[in-house]
């Protein structure tokens, strides 16, 4: 799908010299009396590596076709990651180098989305939030529950986080997948 300069967004996958990347900034300058352009940074989903460009207003933008499927993260089989789809219970797995930074934040059972691009695996989306169980942390001590001192707390998938001082090993917490950082504290049902 072809589209132009204006159309780029953050979290746009494009095609850039037969690789794809994922958009990660964009901004649009207009310097005095010459032509506009856009200052765009970009990662490449394959390698990682990053790369900033500068693109005329209305250079043409080649965009990826993406579909994107929920599947159920069921285990970890050493390097790689074992994925069932919800709607045909086809198990798929993909190598740890694609899932990437979600592995800290990705709970067995959990359904995410697989982002595909020509039936191949290029992503794994994880929900904005997840709640999370804190499995080893330092006990609270009385008196110390309305400060806003941080502590380090150890998660089910073996991330760390930083949580108030009130939060304890067992408990159920929120976690922002974008930024890593605790949100709140989670009655079980």
Known sequence: MIGTTSDLRV???VKHEGELYVVLEVEHRTPGNKPGFYQVKMRNLRTGRLLENKLLSGTPVEFARLERRPHQF?????????FM?????????ID?????????????????DLVFHDDQVIMVELPPHVNLRVVQTEPA???????????PALLETGATVQVPLFVDEGDIIRVDTRTGEYIERVKEA
Do not use: W
């Open 11 to 13: 979290g746009a996958i």
């Open 74 to 82: 069921l285990y970890r089989d050493g390097d790689a990651f074992v």
């Open 85 to 93: 789809d919800t709607e045909t219970y086809e198990q798929i797995p």
């Open 96 to 112: 740890s180098s694609i899932v990437g930074e979600s592995a800290r934040f990705l709970a067995e059972g959990q359904t995410v």
């Open 141 to 151: 001590v009385r008196g110390n529950t309305v400060t806003t001192a941080l502590k």
